[in-house]
């Protein structure tokens, strides 16, 4: 096995910021879309894969705040039908996200993103090019909540965008044909990360906002 597999297999429930799939799982089932109880429809996927194209509709209306609870209710349909594990949540996620996003509900963006790692975990940890690709979706998130200030939650994002340069970086480090360029970047990245880490640790002090000010604008020009 790859040395990342296991790195990525022990990372799925483990480290400090992480919700605990538990805690997502009663987040999303207990969010049934506005105007429906729950034994509204039955859990079968076609109708989940309805409501997100309602959702989708709606959302191309800029009609955000109606698509959420539609996605909602297609999300807890899908994991009713195809269990906590399977493909056919991400595009809903995706969906979630981008709402949430507009509505600026930065708590529940982090929520979902951090449903989607499990799921990028959970089922790509065999093929490596997909699980990077999710991955630098999630690792994106969290260098632009730190650049734009979304929720003023720095230290987890930081520990978060840091462990998952790592695992990036130990993708990158094993995949067929070296890419020196993207290695370098995460590196860079992990430094930056961890940099900042020990200037929170300080605690709250003169020299911690001077070294800060400092260092933020090279944070916020090399994450990515």
Known sequence: MPVFLGSIRISIFSGAGLWSWVAVTVLVL??????????SFPADSPLADSLLRRAQSLQEQNE???ALPILRRALELARMSGGLYHEGQLDILHSLIESESVQANWEKVDDYFTLL?????RLYADDPARLES?????????????????DGRTVPHLRQARRLFKLRLEIAETAPGLNPGKIESLRSNIRIAESHLGLYSLGDSGIL????????????????
Do not use: K, N, V
């Not at 207990?30 to 034994?39: C, L, N």
């Open 30 to 39: 207990h969010s049934p879309a506005s105007g429906q109880s729950g034994d």
């Open 64 to 66: 955000h705040a109606a």
């Open 209 to 224: 906002h001077e070294q800060q000010a400092r260092q933020r604008e090279l944070l916020l020009s090399s994450l990515r």
């Open 117 to 121: 790692q499990s799921l990028y975990l």
């Open 134 to 150: 999710g991955l630098a979706r999630i690792s994106d998130w969290h260098a632009d909540a730190l650049r734009h200030g979304l």
